[in-house]
């Protein structure tokens, strides 16, 4: 709601006030939504990818790891979020 109310926003501040400006506001306003919602659903599964690299290389984890990642939970987390933002776009 937040890009909307700014889009909305800008729009009144220049005397755009008819539905048509509403929608060309609603627009603008699902757009800008669509980048950081990309961007968190490409790290989520780059962060799973490198996982199942390291898992297959043999090589240790990184520190930030805290526990032994298990590729089936994973998987999951990148169904539920890749989902969840099919439903919110």
């Known amino acids: 709601l937040m890009y909307l109310k700014q889009a909305w926003g800008e729009r009144i501040d220049n005397g755009q006030h008819s539905e048509a400006d509403l929608l060309a506001a609603i627009r603008e306003g699902a757009v800008l939504r669509v980048r950081p919602k990309a961007m968190t659903v490409a790290v989520i599964i780059a962060d799973y990818m490198g ?3 390291r898992q297959r290389s043999n090589e240790p ?7 032994r990642h298990d590729h089936r939970t994973a998987a999951v987390n990148v169904g539920h979020t890749g989902s969840l933002s099919i439903n919110a776009l």
């Open 51 to 53: 996982k199942r690299h």
């Open 61 to 67: 984890d990184s520190g930030a790891d805290a526990r």
